[in-house]
């Protein structure tokens, strides 16, 4: 599974768009690229997945550039209730194991 | 959407006892299931493959006859943390593979006193 590198934490304030970056050097042809999103003493939740270029949903969307070896997690308007811990993983829509990386602490303030 | 319950969410136990985590889907069969570790400020952690039907298969430095696990149904797949100790205290959180990728149980957290 190839392997991401993002950063560890990253600070922002309520209503502010947040975007946090993923990097995927050694993405595989029929890999996709997923977030989750993980609060504290809970599982992680699926926020968005996606293939090349953009992805939409109701609550982020995800940029993904031609060569794929990077993503952009894009959260609009973030509240408080957004703090948590933001995980990339990059794997075929199979995913025989899922592997984490340490994911970013996203932190929002008032 | 598919839901994963996962049961208890949270255990104190004793040291040298055993405990027994559920994971079952609710909505769908899962064929497998996938149980992950998680110590504080810390990452998820593979410990082991969970097949219907099939023995599981555990990442390396996993103790098998340690960490029990059980998947007699499609939809049930049973953590067992035999003779627990203190170090064994972690957060146990299951997955379930979908088509667009995986959903999680909510975790459960076991203190081991």
């Known amino acids: 599974l190839a392997k991401t590198t993002q950063p560890i934490s990253m600070d922002s304030y309520e209503g502010q768009e947040v975007n946090i970056t993923c990097s995927h050097n050694?993405?595989?042809?029929?890999?996709?690229i997923t977030w989750y999103q993980q609060f504290p003493s809970q599982g992680p939740r699926f926020i968005i997945q996606?293939?090349?270029t953009k992805v939409t949903n109701e609550v982020a969307s995800l940029f993904i550039p031609a060569d794929r070896k990077s993503s952009t997690l894009s959260l609009p308007r973030v509240s408080l209730s957004d703090t948590a811990v933001y995980y990339c993983l990059v794997g075929d829509s199979g995913y025989s194991t899922l592997t984490f990386g340490k994911g970013t602490m996203l932190l929002v303030s008032p | 959407g598919a839901v994963v319950s996962q049961h208890p969410s949270r255990v104190i136990c004793k040291s040298g006892t055993s405990v027994k985590i559920e994971c079952r889907s609710l909505d769908f069969q899962a064929t497998t299931m996938f149980w992950y570790r998680q110590f504080p400020k810390q990452s998820l952690m593979l410990m082991a493959t969970?097949?219907?039907?099939?023995?599981?298969?555990?990442e390396q430095g996993v103790e098998k006859d340690k960490f029990l696990i059980n998947h007699a149904s499609l939809t049930l797949s049973t953590l067992t943390v035999t003779s627990a100790h203190p170090e064994d205290s972690s957060f146990y959180i299951c997955?379930?593979?979908?088509?667009?990728?995986?959903?999680f149980g909510s975790g459960t957290r076991l203190t081991v006193v």
């Open positions: 050694n993405i595989a042809t029929n890999d996709y």
């Open positions: 969970s097949n219907e039907g099939s023995k599981a298969t555990y």
């Open positions: 996606g293939y090349k």
């Open positions: 997955s379930a593979n979908l088509n667009y990728g995986y959903t």
